[in-house]
């Protein structure tokens, strides 16, 4: 192998496409025109689309065995290299393809100009790119499956635990802090979903496309889809170099995914306030104030609640860039991965987050029980009594029930510190078996409706889940 370390020496931009240029590109130009400063992200999917192009043009008799197996050889060297932080990437070469067909002429001569037979940049940043996002993909199920069982741990600990479930951010009804747990793992589960569902569609080849039409070279499209991990190859050479929806998808099931996280941070965020008091959150997830030293901040809750404007500005971003392109390729479409880089790791970084929070708080159950029982929050309770006991009509129960709210908001009680008497000076049909489900233990308790907040029913669904979560 030829070792010429200088990475430009032979490969200058001008060699690799400037054939019918005679000035090379003024320095604006090639800022605007690079994108190696973030597209070296992709080296690693990059060279193994390489090394399965040039053993399949190797197999069709494209490539000889020895170039074969040349540029096979410096590829690795390459991923060597650069994973060893030795190789010095070059803006002139704009990319990460030409920065590493480059340096494969450097180490082993001419014979590194074959390896782009059959193929263009088109279809090689378009199968890089969906390598990359898929391997997104697939970090992010698992990071959403961890948090997934992080909750249900929580949740299986507080099956038991009343709080006030909240409308409108006022006192509803009793709930269970287990079914509050397992709301978010519902919502994570469509979110895992849906990532497994853009992988499914974004899991087809698109090398082989060459330019835009395909090539006249024999090539063997399935047996690089293979290698590569794909389940076929794309079937239009035109769509293959010209759309990214797989990442739009991607981004958006993130969005969606991170919209739910928002939420969850911003519970927990209320949460944590002195005001709520219904969980601490741990010192490694929280920061003091410089100034209060009474303070301690849910600065990582924050920051999930808050990272989320980048993941739908790289949504946005994206869409806006793809929106109105004439197929094919355009050179727009380089502008479609450092929002997806961004993405990505935002996503990652918030699931984790949320994880160590979710297990790191502690639950103030004794505060959650105190106002859950405040707000008149089982008025439903004496209404739904009204009707099965008293067979009164719903409306009629309603408002009998509102009339001893406002008495006991007038004598500055709870329901179930009226007198018998008093509540049968509303409604004479009224008996004293209405306390036994005037608590807040009682209240959750009775919604035995599938789906509904008893200890029961969420027994149940924490054992589905279980069961859910193993069989993946
Ligand atoms: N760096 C380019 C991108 O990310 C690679 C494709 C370039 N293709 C071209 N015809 N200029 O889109």
């Not at 408002?399 to 009226?418: F, I, Y």
């Not at 036994?436 to 889940?465: D, K, M, N």
Request: aromatic fraction near 6%.
């Amino acid at each position: 192998m030829a070792s010429d370390k200088s990475n430009t020496s032979k490969y200058s931009e001008n060699t690799m496409w400037g054939g019918r240029f005679s000035a090379g590109p003024d320095a604006i130009m090639e800022e605007i025109n690079a994108s190696i400063g973030f597209d070296q992200k992709m080296y690693r999917q990059d060279i193994a689309g390489s090394r399965a192009h040039a053993a399949m043009l190797h197999k069709q008799g494209i490539l000889s065995a020895q170039d074969a197996e040349n540029i096979d050889q410096g590829l690795s060297t390459i991923l060597s290299e650069i994973e060893a932080g030795d190789f010095k990437f070059s803006r002139a070469l704009e990319d990460i393809h030409m920065n590493v067909e480059s340096r494969l002429a450097d180490l082993i001569g001419s014979a590194a100009g074959r390896l782009h037979t059959a193929r263009s940049r088109n279809d090689q940043v378009a199968v890089d790119f969906r390598m990359w996002v898929r391997d997104r993909v697939d970090a992010s199920i698992v990071e959403i499956e961890r948090l997934m069982l992080t909750l249900l741990e929580k949740a299986e600990i507080h099956t038991d635990t009343v709080m006030p479930g909240f409308t409108h951010l006022q006192t509803a009804q009793p709930v269970t802090f287990g079914h509050h747990c397992l709301a978010y793992v519902e919502m994570l589960a469509r979110d895992k979903s849906r990532m497994e569902n853009a992988r499914e569609r974004m899991n087809e080849c698109p090398l082989g496309a060459a330019a835009l039409a395909g090539t006249g070279f024999p090539i063997d499209r399935h047996m690089t889809a293979q290698a590569l991990g794909f389940r076929e190859p794309t079937r239009n050479s035109l769509d293959s170099v010209s759309d990214r929806d797989f990442a739009l998808e991607f981004i958006s099931a993130a969005s969606i995914c991170g919209t739910h996280l928002s939420r969850l941070a911003e519970e927990i965020v209320i949460w944590s306030t002195p005001q709520f008091n219904f969980i601490r959150m741990s010192d490694k997830f929280s920061t003091g104030s410089s100034i209060m030293p009474q303070k301690k901040n849910p600065d990582a809750a924050e920051l999930v609640r808050g990272k989320i404007g980048r993941v739908n500005g790289a949504l946005i971003g994206l869409l806006t860039v793809m929106k109105g392109l004439p197929l094919t390729y355009s050179k727009d479409m380089q502008e479609d991965k450092e929002g997806a880089f961004d993405a990505a790791e935002t996503l990652e970084l918030c699931l984790a987050a949320m994880n160590g929070m979710i297990a790191d708080m502690t639950v103030n159950a004794d505060s959650m029980k105190a106002a859950a029982g405040s707000g008149f929050s089982t008025a439903t309770d004496l209404a739904d009594w009204l009707v099965r006991e008293a067979d009164l009509p719903f409306r009629e129960a309603h408002h009998v029930t509102g009339r001893a709210v406002a008495l006991a908001e007038e004598r500055g009680c709870d329901l179930a510190e009226l007198e018998l008497s008093e509540l049968q000076d509303i409604n004479e049909s009224i008996t004293d078996a209405v306390y036994s489900v005037l608590t807040v233990e009682a209240s959750v308790s009775s919604r035995t409706s599938f789906g509904g907040t008893a200890p029961s029913g969420v027994r149940s669904q924490i054992s589905y889940w279980r069961g859910q979560l193993k069989s993946t």
